[in-house]
């Protein structure tokens, strides 16, 4: 019981940071939303704001969960959480190459870069993390379609 309470905590503490870092990328890169980020030529699937203020906030609780079982049940497994938490930079980078600086060419590379990190980690979490690893599934392929989004802006702006 000890422990399980103690697992609730840990994720309860993982996903608040996720959230949290979420939130303050979100605050950061507003500002360019209004302008910069409007005047651009986008995809025709490019969903309107309010999906991603409803995706990622989910996308990061699953990400919690994945990163709170490596550290429970694998801590000893370092490149897994080292995979984990260079995906999470390269994530958190991201936003701020693409909404603040306007490099959307680099951004591109990061999410590619972004991609086959996680990728990587899930083909390694398969073998002894098999039901954590599917939880990156809606992950990826929601960083494939930003790829997709980000491509197309770089290329027709």
Same mark, same amino acid.
């Given at each position: 019981?000890? @422990?399980?309470?103690? *697992? $609730?905590?840990? =994720?309860?503490?993982?996903?608040? +940071?996720?959230?949290?870092?979420?939130?303050?990328?979100?605050?950061?890169?507003?500002?360019?939303?209004?302008?910069?980020?409007?005047?651009?030529?986008?995809?025709?699937?490019?969903?309107?704001?309010?999906? /991603?203020?409803?995706?990622?906030?989910?996308?990061?609780?699953?990400?919690?969960?994945?990163?709170?079982?490596?550290?429970?049940? *694998?801590?000893?497994? @370092?490149?897994?959480?080292?995979?984990?938490? +260079?995906?999470?930079?390269?994530?958190?980078?991201?936003?701020?190459? /693409? =909404?603040?600086?306007? +490099?959307?060419?680099?951004?591109? +590379?990061?999410?590619?870069?972004?991609?086959?990190?996680? =990728?990587?980690?899930?083909?390694?979490?398969?073998?002894?993390?098999?039901?954590?690893?599917?939880?990156?599934?809606?992950?990826?392929?929601?960083?494939? /379609?930003?790829?997709?989004?980000?491509?197309?802006?770089? $290329?027709?702006?």
């Amino acid at each position: 019981m000890r @422990k399980k309470i103690q *697992h $609730v905590l840990l =994720f309860t503490l993982i996903f608040s +940071l996720f959230q949290g870092a979420g939130a303050y990328i979100g605050q950061e890169t507003t500002p360019s939303l209004q302008n910069w980020y409007q005047s651009l030529n986008k995809a025709p699937l490019t969903p309107e704001g309010w999906v /991603f203020a409803v995706v990622w906030p989910i996308l990061y609780g699953m990400l919690a969960l994945v990163f709170t079982d490596l550290l429970i049940k *694998h801590p000893l497994r @370092k490149i897994l959480i080292f995979g984990f938490s +260079l995906q999470m930079l390269l994530n958190w980078i991201w936003s701020f190459v /693409f =909404f603040s600086f306007h +490099l959307t060419g680099l951004a591109a +590379l990061i999410l590619s870069l972004l991609l086959a990190t996680v =990728f990587i980690l899930f083909t390694l979490m398969r073998k002894d993390c098999f039901k954590t690893a599917w939880l990156l599934l809606p992950y990826i392929a929601w960083l494939c /379609f930003a790829f997709d989004l980000n491509t197309y802006i770089y $290329v027709y702006n």
